[in-house]
């Protein structure tokens, strides 16, 4: 049998991943749950983003490190107002490449059944979970941090250029 694509210590998933502190939260949750925006949340408070919706998480020993892939570093994707890069819309100091993962927080819908573990597993390693419920009905009405919705319209537009030559560089191959 072969090596993943990954490689052996790593895995991608599904969710958010914010450095916060000293600690590297991980949301997850279906899509539409507001994992992006809780990273937000955290960001008007100091927080850095690590990775939005796909996050690679690499076991270090006893330890795991979240990244985001090459082409989604810096990227974050909020439905209400647009994709956009926060280093550049916001500034660099809202973003850091890797961080060490020290809880997950499942976020799921009010009135829905969550699942109550109290851990997260990943490569054979445990990490503290808790649960928050949101409401359907819940959505950002201002973009936080003063920040000019032009700004992230123009580096929604850069991106989507950028990922458009990606695909198609690909395609010729």
């Known amino acids: ?18 450095r916060n502190g000293n600690e590297g939260i991980l949301f997850r949750g279906e899509a539409g749950v507001g994992k992006s925006s809780a990273a937000l949340e955290l960001m008007t408070d100091g927080g850095q983003l690590v990775a939005d919706d796909v996050v690679v998480i690499r076991r270090v020993g006893n330890e795991l490190y979240g990244t985001a892939p090459r082409l989604l570093k810096g ?13 550049e819309v916001i500034g660099g100091k809202y973003f850091t490449p890797s961080t060490l993962i020290t809880r997950c927080v499942n976020l799921g ?12 597993e990943f490569h054979g390693l445990k990490v503290p979970r808790s649960y928050r419920q949101v409401s359907r009905d819940r959505k950002p009405t201002e973009f936080p941090l003063g920040v000019d919705l032009l700004a992230v319209k123009k580096s929604e537009a850069r991106i989507l250029r950028g990922h458009g030559k990606v695909l198609a560089s690909t395609r010729a191959r």
């Open 1 to 18: 049998m072969g090596t993943p694509p990954f490689g052996e210590n790593q895995i991608t998933i599904h969710g958010t991943l914010v």
């Open 75 to 87: 990227i974050l994707a909020i439905p209400e107002f647009g994709i956009f890069d926060v280093r």
């Open 109 to 120: 819908w009010l009135a829905e059944t969550i699942d109550r573990e109290t851990s997260s």
